[in-house]
T-cell receptor, first 113, second 110 residues
Framework: EPEVTQTPSHQVTQMGQEVILRCVPI?????FYWYRQILGQKVEFLVS????????KSEIFDDQFSVERPDGSNFTLKIRSTKLEDSAMYFC???????????FGPGTRLTVT | GIQVEQSPPDLILQEGANSTLRCNFS?????LQWFHQNPWGQLINLFY???GTKQNGRLSATTVATERYSLLYISSSQTTDSGVYFC????????????FGAGTRLFVKA
């Protein structure tokens, strides 16, 4: 069964450093998403991406964040200058269309020290 | 924006018991999904159910879109059912994003 994959599973970084989280969505899906979950809290939407551009973003997705689909398979989230409060689990998801079921990857746990 | 409320926030069951989890939402939705977050943090798709009723083994779900709620039924619970159950909706007001509820934390005792 096709699945969304994410790498790395866990990343530790120092405050102020840049990190890139990587995702491989399901191959025939057209919509891609990033969400985050701070420990013990609910899952929050960050950004959706379609046709090589951002469809929608939340107020959390400020200038320190960016997304890219550098090739036909990868979808990345870059955090330019990490802060302690960026520590969270980051989930990538994909869907066939914008209103279809979303499939989530296993997440990348980001720890900022 | 749309509000998603789940109840109860916490639930402790004896193995073998049945339970009903509820998700209320404040506006009309294009879709609704139920997820189980396991102890390793993975979000497992349970149901994609914008309306109607679906069953998958011991789990079933019903969404009454006109009344803005969904129910997840767990029958004959097992210890492996423990974890957090999230409801997530996509509002029908444009934009493609899932809005999650705060979840129901379930613990099933052996």
């Amino acid at each position: 069964e096709p699945e969304v994959t994410q790498t790395p599973s866990h990343q530790v970084t120092q405050m102020g450093q840049e990190v890139i989280l990587r995702c491989v969505p399901i191959s025939n899906h057209l919509y891609f998403y990033w969400y985050r979950q701070i420990l013990g809290q609910k899952v929050e939407f960050l950004v959706s991406f379609y046709n090589n551009e951002i469809s929608e973003k939340s107020e959390i997705f400020d200038d320190q964040f960016s997304v890219e689909r550098p090739d036909g398979s990868n979808f990345t989230l870059k955090i330019r200058s990490t802060k302690l409060e960026d520590s969270a689990m980051y989930f990538c998801a994909s869907s066939g269309t914008g209103q279809d079921e979303q499939y989530f990857g296993p997440g990348t746990r980001l720890t900022v020290t | 924006g749309i509000q998603v409320e789940q109840s109860p926030p916490d639930l402790i069951l004896q193995e073998g018991a049945n339970s009903t989890l509820r998700c209320n939402f404040s506006d009309s939705v294009n879709n609704l999904q139920w997820f189980h977050q396991n102890p390793w943090g993975q979000l497992i798709n349970l149901f994609y159910i914008p309306s109607g009723t679906k069953q998958n083994g011991r789990l079933s779900a019903t969404t009454v879109a006109t009344e803005r709620y969904s129910l997840l039924y767990i029958s004959s619970s097992q210890t492996t059912d423990s974890g957090v159950y999230f409801c997530a909706v996509e509002a029908n007001t444009g934009g493609f994003k899932a809005i999650f509820g705060a979840g129901t934390r379930l613990f099933v005792k052996a």
